[in-house]
């Protein structure tokens, strides 16, 4: 998806970059204290119920929050439903958001939206950003407070996605320079990499690193031996698209900093993943994250808030939606 880096999608994520400080300032914690006060513990409650029917809410969850805001900025652009297929899930760069994850937040917003006098105040961008600290806290992770006060989008267009979200053939510089046109570091990006530590990966987004005979890779960082073999069995030569391998192999249900020790032994699914390992520049890094969690749970924390200040929304610029699969 190198190829993906065009002229055109780094202008529109170094505009929204520019916008997002302004916007910023006017996020804050306990935003709907007195507009509706029970909307977190009540959106807590709808994605808990919905993790434990199914465990793929929860990576799903933070993965839709990451391409809401890398698309267009944290507008919740990403849940909205095109009937012509114009939708940044028909692009092919989002076609496996997990639709369960999809769910919960539509019944959470549904849940807050009937709440006696919250209909029309809380939008589905707030209602993401609040899934996305709930699903982490639990797996395991860190707790704590989201910033709220976005407003939702009201345009989308499945044509720009592909250009502003990073591939997992990704370099070193390569998602340097992207997170940095979303006002990101390089110790912020590692450190949401490391939300890898819970979901699933496709196998023909690393097919290539088990079976480099296949084709030749621009960029391929050393694999265990022992862990390709395994990925040979998940994804044999002519696997089904619906093949996957954890991401995290050591503890793929939990949200820990057993992600980052995996790359020291090369067992990174994606070439993005080792490569933040393999380069000298983000070693120390990793290393650090690996030996301790508080460090990595700190920064974590940190970059996610950074995270859902991109391109926000408000006033005349946005919406409270009714439902978070339409513009109102
Ligand atoms: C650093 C650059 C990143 C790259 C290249 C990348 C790439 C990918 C790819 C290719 C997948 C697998 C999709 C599939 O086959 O189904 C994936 C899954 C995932 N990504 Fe990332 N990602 C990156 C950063 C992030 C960030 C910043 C977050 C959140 C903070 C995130 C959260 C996730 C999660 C939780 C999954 C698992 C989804 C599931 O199991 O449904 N990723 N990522
Ligand atoms: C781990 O990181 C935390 C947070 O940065 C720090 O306060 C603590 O001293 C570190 N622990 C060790 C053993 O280095």
Redesign the pocket.
């Known amino acids: 998806m190198a190829r993906a880096f065009l002229p055109s999608g780094l202008v529109a994520v170094v505009a929204l970059a520019c916008l997002a400080d302004a916007a910023a300032a006017q996020l804050r914690q306990n935003y709907y204290a007195s507009s509706c006060p029970s909307a977190e513990s009540t959106v807590r409650s709808v994605i808990s119920q919905h993790v434990q029917q199914s465990f793929?809410v929860a990576?799903?969850t933070?993965?839709l929050?990451?391409h809401d805001c890398f698309v267009r900025g944290c507008d919740a652009s990403v849940m909205l439903m095109a009937a012509n297929g114009d939708d940044e899930s028909h692009s092919g760069a989002d076609a496996?958001l997990?639709p369960d994850a999809v769910e919960a937040i539509n019944k959470a917003k549904a849940a807050v939206e009937a709440l006696p006098g919250c209909a029309g105040k809380v939008s589905c961008a707030d209602i993401l950003a609040m899934a996305a600290r709930d699903v982490v806290s639990l797996t395991g992770g860190p707790s704590y407070g989201v910033e709220l006060g976005r407003l939702d989008g009201r345009s989308f267009s499945k044509s720009i996605v592909k250009h502003v979200l990073?591939?997992?053939g990704?370099d070193l510089n390569q998602?340097n320079a992207l997170f940095a046109s979303n006002g990101l570091t390089q110790f912020d990006?590692i450190a949401?990499?490391g939300?890898?530590t819970?979901?699933?990966?496709?196998c023909d987004?690393f097919v290539r690193r088990i079976y480099t005979f296949k084709q030749r890779l621009r960029y391929n960082p050393p694999m265990n031996l022992d862990f390709l073999r395994s990925l040979r069995k998940v994804c044999p030569m002519n696997y089904p698209p619906t093949a996957?391998a954890m991401?995290d192999v050591t503890t793929p249900k939990t949200f820990d900093n057993a992600y980052f020790d995996n790359l020291r032994y090369q067992k990174g699914l994606?070439a993005?993943d080792q490569v933040l390992f393999t380069d000298r520049r983000s070693r120390p890094t990793v290393n650090l994250f690996a030996a301790n969690s508080t460090a990595f749970f700190d920064a974590f924390v940190a970059a996610?808030a950074k995270?859902g200040r991109i391109g926000v929304k408000t006033g005349s610029a946005g919406e409270v939606r009714r439902v978070c699969t339409a513009v109102n």
């Open positions: 793929a990576p799903g933070l993965r929050f990451f496996t997990s990073p591939g997992p990704f998602l990006m949401l990499s939300a890898h819970i979901g699933v990966t496709h987004k996957f991401l994606l993005s996610m995270l």
